[in-house]
């Protein structure tokens, strides 16, 4: 990608036609990833519950930040953890993992992010791995402030499991700021509207859109009229090939269609999440082969 680019969310409903509705903004037609950042859903605020039975995922991190409401996840690694807002769940498939993710009170107000990181080819087929970190390194600047969720940025580093360089940060501006925040310059990056309208490099950014900031820049300017939160996310630009579908990432057609067949299966790979008597099917696979995404120029 040569140049900045505006990308506008589209609706998903998360689970199934009755599930939670989403706006993702990554993966878009004309750019697959930002560094290895591969999916941006923003959920809420709402107070439609999160309700996502056992489901898998293959080549690929699951990354949730929660800023309103509370997220029961299990997972057959044995995992059972309450996440509440300020804290992150990083869940690492590689080959192969099954989890699920619901709301601990039923009528309360969600609000949030879920994010996947694409696993580079050489950590892609490795163990399944979940980390749930309440206190994560804060770093700011004159009008700004933030936690980081993923890799570095400025002098805080997080203690995530990383695969790829990458960043990943929740930035908090005051009412009225103009903030300087610091970028890594070999890095592509984009900035995510999360809680209202906020200027990017002097380009108005509305509501729930993402602004893609191509590399070669050592900082980009933010600017709110009121207290607002935006999500930045970066990484060196991310070449291997990718074929995403429904939940899995590989390298080939062949490798979702064994992915497939796998759950449909209920095969050791993916195991099982203990509490649940029901999981999401997958669903039928297109009439075409699948093939990588490819970000247009």
């Given at each position: ?42 959920f ?78 050489a ?29 570095r ?9 990383t ?33 209202g ?28 009229a ?31 269609v ?21 999981v ?18």
């Amino acid at each position: 990608m040569n140049g900045d680019l505006l990308l506008e969310p589209r609706e998903v409903p998360l689970g199934g036609v009755r599930g939670l509705t989403v706006h993702r903004t990554l993966p878009h037609r004309v750019l697959p990833t930002v560094g290895p950042w591969c999916f941006v859903d923003h959920f809420g605020p709402t107070r439609e519950p999160m309700t996502v039975l056992p489901h898998p995922h293959t080549g690929l991190q699951t990354v949730t930040w929660p800023l309103a409401g509370d997220i029961r996840h299990r997972d057959n690694l044995g995992s059972d953890v309450v996440l509440r807002p300020g804290e992150l769940n990083l869940m690492t498939s590689g080959d192969g993992v099954s989890h699920s993710e619901l709301s601990v009170e039923p009528d309360a107000m969600m609000h949030g992010l879920q994010l996947w990181v694409a696993l580079p080819d050489a950590s892609r087929a490795g163990p399944a791995a979940f980390e749930h970190l309440p206190d994560l390194p804060r770093t700011g600047g004159v009008g700004w402030r933030a936690i980081v969720l993923m890799g570095r940025l400025g002098d805080a580093e997080s203690p995530a499991a990383t695969f790829s360089p990458m960043v990943g940060a929740e930035v908090t501006l005051g009412a009225g700021a103009t903030a300087d925040v610091p970028l890594q310059p070999e890095f592509e990056h984009a900035v995510l509207a999360v809680d209202g309208a906020v200027r990017v490099g002097g380009f108005d950014l509305m509501h729930r859109q993402m602004r893609y900031l191509a590399p070669e820049r050592d900082s980009v300017r933010l600017q709110a009229a009121r207290d607002t939160t935006v999500l930045l996310i970066g990484g060196e630009p991310f070449t291997e090939s990718l074929v995403m579908w429904w939940n899995f990432i590989g390298r080939s057609h062949d490798d979702i269609v064994k992915a497939r067949e796998e759950w449909e299966q209920a095969s050791d790979r993916f195991g099982q999440v203990e509490g649940h008597d029901q999981v999401i099917p997958a669903p039928p696979l297109p009439k075409v082969r699948l093939t990588p995404r490819r970000r247009r120029s």
